[in-house]
């Protein structure tokens, strides 16, 4: 399995405030996900990272932002967060190409916007 | 675009009862299947996955998932549940399709809660 971190793991943060929530991977994967997860209810995936220098937005309309500078590393930004931002957020990597491909996660960041 | 649907939202059982969650996919290719489990406090695991070959698989704790093509399902079960396996359950599909974008699609979770 792939070792991926997350950090903060929790965070409670004021209105309007930037936030950067860490992931990490330590196996060289390419392709990198970020998915958002509200209590209760499926993953929605939001961003997804086939390589460096390449970003791409999921499936669910997000108001963060991500980067990938190094392989290891895809931060997402909130440049102004909001209480509708509230909600868990899961960082995945990937091994395999095509079909083959097995996602691995995170611990997740537990994000409460007041 | 494909779905996934698992039927139940909540399972309350007891210890040694067996264990059955449903998943179907709406997508009509070819796909690969998989399950992850989130233990109370902890990250998705993956559980087991299918890929090809035998549709019966095996995957860790016991746990073991049928893929049965014809029905568009791969219902997840276990003989005997322990109450370390309350957890939250999550069936997910990637399909074999540009146009299906080759995204990993997830259901919406069974909450498993194993009575001692």
């Known amino acids: ?114 | 675009a494909q779905s996934v649907s698992q039927h139940n939202h909540h399972v309350i059982l007891s210890e040694a009862a067996s264990l059955e969650l449903g998943c179907n996919y709406s997508y009509g290719g070819t796909v690969n299947l998989f399950w992850y489990v989130q233990y109370p406090g902890q990250h998705l695991q993956l559980l087991l996955k299918y890929f090809s070959g035998d549709p019966l698989v095996k995957g860790i704790k016991g746990f073991e998932a049928e893929f049965i093509k014809s029905k568009f399902s791969f219902n997840l079960r276990k003989p005997s549940v322990q109450w370390s396996d309350t957890a939250e359950y999550f069936c997910a599909v990637n399909a074999r399709s540009k146009a299906a974008g080759n995204k990993l699609t997830f259901g919406g979770g069974t909450r498993v809660l194993v009575k001692p």
């Open chain 1, 1 to 114: 399995e792939a070792d991926i971190y997350q950090t903060p793991r929790y965070l409670v943060i004021g209105t309007g405030k930037k936030i950067t929530l860490e992931c990490s991977q330590t196996m060289g994967h390419d392709k990198m996900y970020w998915y958002q997860q509200d209590p209760g209810m499926e993953l929605h995936l939001i961003h997804y990272s086939y390589g460096v220098n390449s970003t791409e937005k999921g499936d669910l309309s997000s108001e963060s932002t991500v980067s990938r500078i190094r392989t290891e590393h895809f931060p997402l930004t909130l440049e102004s967060a909001r209480p509708s931002h509230t909600s868990q957020y899961l960082c995945a990597s990937s091994v395999g190409l095509g079909l083959a491909e097995t996602q691995y996660f995170g611990p997740g960041t537990r994000l409460l916007v007041l």
